[in-house]
């Protein structure tokens, strides 16, 4: 499947490989999340023109005001959400974005189920995956914040855009012992944070200092 989408020159798999080896100095542990995204292609999920950047550890845009994440916060973010999870997964993903994040989900986990409020973001990401044979990835076109309720409970929930404080309506669809992988706050400052359902309550723990574009309403 993704050999037939190997790279040349800076998208070759000695690029890739680098990528990988950085993640590595940066702390990434989880075996498998590394191997998926030294395998996956990210340079089909940006415009051709930066194809040649995919494999820089940064952010990138994909137009209608939005990025696909820096690659060590998707491996960061996939790490901590599976820290834990039980080995049958359902996740939800919050902001489809590219689908680069979607993807590398669809390769560690049961089944990702991901909304997306910008049409035209979807319809690509769509594409991609079909291109990549990735069956396991359902998609809506919805305002992230009310979540995917008809398919709740999840074991996981990851959001890849912050909102200024947490949708109580994502809480209420995480599974028991269930985790959410959120960023939380404003443009000038906002932290990832971890929040473990236990029963009918809630642990929640602030990691790391982030940056990402804010969690809007409506849909286009």
């Given at each position: 499947m993704i050999a037939e989408h190997q790279g040349i020159g800076m998208t070759s798999q000695r690029t890739r490989d680098r990528l990988i080896?950085?993640?590595k100095e940066q702390g990434i542990q989880n075996i498998d999340v590394l191997s998926?995204?030294?395998?996956?292609?990210?340079?089909?999920?940006?415009d051709e023109a930066l194809a040649s950047r995919a494999y820089e550890d940064t952010a990138l845009p994909i137009g209608h005001g939005q990025t696909i994440s820096q690659p060590f916060i998707v491996a960061r973010m996939t790490e901590v959400l599976l820290a834990g999870l039980p080995s049958t997964q359902k996740i939800l993903e919050v902001g489809t974005g590219s689908g680069y994040q979607t993807a590398v989900l669809s390769r560690l986990v049961d089944r990702v189920f991901s909304v997306e409020r910008i049409s035209p973001l979807q319809n690509q990401a769509r594409e991609r995956f079909y291109q990549l044979k990735l069956n396991n990835i359902k998609l809506k076109h919805s305002d992230g914040s009310w979540?995917?309720?008809d398919n709740a409970p999840y074991d996981g929930i990851i959001v890849t855009?912050?909102?200024?404080?947490?949708?109580?309506?994502?809480?209420?669809q995480l599974a028991p012992n269930g985790r959410l992988v959120i960023p939380v706050g404003g443009s000038h400052k906002q932290s990832l944070r971890?929040?473990?359902?236990n029963g009918n309550g809630f642990e929640q723990q602030e990691l790391d200092a982030v940056s990402f574009v804010p969690l809007l309403s409506g849909q286009i």
């Open positions: 080896t950085r993640l998926v995204m030294r395998e996956l292609p990210r340079h089909l999920f940006v979540g995917w309720e855009c912050a909102p200024e404080e947490v949708p109580e309506s994502l809480l209420l971890v929040i473990d359902r």
